[in-house]
């Protein structure tokens, strides 16, 4: 009987021993840990955060670029050299505040020449860059095309700036015309630019060759419309594929 009671005691000061010791053991193991926290974050936590913050605000905090937009005036001119049109009003007399003209209004003129007659693989619009990997805005449209195809001029005009090296910039080999009421329209990644500088050009005429020069994963035309300066997206104006 007292041997049973004495075998009764050690397993219960046993276990009671068993249960000290797990405890203790996970006691050291979440000290450890906590140690090893607080040494990793002293040591790198500053660096973590900095990476965080500047990956996020590189690649999507970013503001939106209002140059982008035109006004009612700017419209008004693309208006005028897309078409033998009147110029339109969006001011009202009694406010004083501009109307944007509509999308549909834009596309209804559909009178400029389409540069290369294939499908937009990029639009105008915020995008993860193909090659930097940054989120960038995108300026233009890309127009697939092949190597060596004919670029042709949107609209009558003038050479005003070629490349025709394609290392100075990242459109590559690249030729802008400038056409009425501070219009200009700009064909980049070129292979070949045809025109001198000065040169008059007709709506239609071949000025360039499609190419893969600058910064561009194939070949294609990287087209751009800007009216004084400011960038249009070039759907607003003309159906692409």
Known sequence: MQKEKRDKKIKKEKKILDRTLDFVVCQVSISFVAVALVFALKLFGGQLYDMSYNLFDEYFNQDTNTSQVLNASQTNAVLQVLGDVQPLSYTSQQTEKTTPVSKQELKNLNSICIPVSGRVTSE????????????LFHSGVDIAGDMGEDIKCA????????????????????????????????????SKIINQVGDSVKKGQVI?????????????LHFEVRVNGQKLDPSLVADFV
């Open 208 to 220: 360039a060759l499609v190419g893969s020069t600058g910064n561009s994963t194939g070949p294609h």
């Open 124 to 135: 105008y619009s915020w995008r993860v860059h193909p090659i930097s990997g940054k989120y």
């Open 155 to 190: 609209l009558d005009g003038k050479v005003i700036e070629r490349d025709t090296v394609g290392t100075a910039t990242s459109y590559g080999k690249y030729i802008k015309v400038e056409h009425e009421n501070g219009v200009v329209t700009l064909y980049g990644h070129c």
